[in-house]
């Protein structure tokens, strides 16, 4: 199958890709920008690596509708083989033609002479039944073999395991797909092919090497805020502006999941439709699933919220982490604000004082004097410190 040279809707420039992007929802930076204009013009692939949640999947949907082409994709997953991914054989359909065709195929072979030339002449139609008409499309094929210029979105990359990672390198190179059976499969129309990885592992340079790459990270606090507003979530702008604030404060604390950016906009629906007119630490500590999903990220947000929403605010007791966990409740008294001098130095000077300790502490007889040390005979000091031995002359 030839490619054919149909010129491909895309953008003008840079700005052109922005405004269009924009128009779908999805804001893009200076450098996404680039690199999706870039794409639509070099045909390359582009590899978007980031954390969770910070747009790689949502550009790819923004695009495709930006263009106007459909949306393809492969979600990859640990154990995925080459037929989830590429293709596979209709074996049912090919039996069930057999079991029609059975007919036919007696009156090929009735007046075979024998057997081999039997064989010889059912190898003859093996290009019947492994044909196109019994090939199963999944996503990569479908995206090659497609009539009309399509996005392909392969999700998670890094998720896939090593072999799949390989099985890509044809595509992404060559846009083709070479099946033993039929041949090799060329695109009918450049797909504009978006691959996403949250970082879970490395990919290989080899594919590496074949994308346009761009990292993503969690955007600074004034696109979020402009995000958020894009989504219309019917929070006041103060209140999401201080969202934002806090929710970039949760990111910063050593948690197993930050908060992504459209759970920051989940979070700012979730307090408009409470009709939440200030955000405070209860109330956030009431809504705070929305954004943390771990029982421990969840109780170290919460020690740390109050101090987020009001860095002068005095946190509690019960959030010190002061607790001993011993079970047998043994008390500090007397506490200091229950004292005159708070660093008992007057306290530690009436101790200190001459003749305090009795005999039995000295082990001595009598007295209150300062302990002496015990006589130690001649015996027991030779024994201790044997006298050096004389080197031969």
Known sequence: MSTTTEPIQG????????????????????????????QTRLEKPVLLEGPAGVGKTQLAESLAAATGRRLIRLQCYEGQDETKALYEWDYGKQLLYTQILREKIGQVVEDAADLNEAVERIAKQDSVFFSQRFLAAR??????????????LIDEVDRADEALEAVLLELLAEFQISIPEIGTVTARTMPYVVLTSNNTRDLSAALKRRCLHLFLDYPDAARELE??????????????ARLVDIVRGIRELELRK???????VDWARTLAVLGVEELTADVLSTTL????KYERDLKRVMEALPRLVDPNAEVPDHLHGHGHGHGHGHSHA????????VDGRAERKAKDQPGRHNAGYYGGAGGTGPRTAPAVSTSQGSRAFPSARKRPV
């Open 11 to 38: 953008f003008t420039d840079v700005e052109d890709a922005r405004a269009q992007l924009a128009t779908c929802g999805y804001l893009a930076d200076d450098r996404l920008a680039t690199t999706v204009f870039l």
């Open 139 to 152: 996503p990569l094929l479908e995206a090659i073999d497609s009539d009309t210029p399509v996005v392909l």
């Open 227 to 240: 995000i958020i507003r894009s989504k219309e979530t019917g929070l006041a702008d103060s209140l999401a």
């Open 258 to 264: 930050a908060p992504s950016i459209s759970e920051t």
């Open 289 to 292: 699933n929305v954004v943390v």
């Open 334 to 341: 007397p506490v200091a604000e229950d004292r005159d001098d």
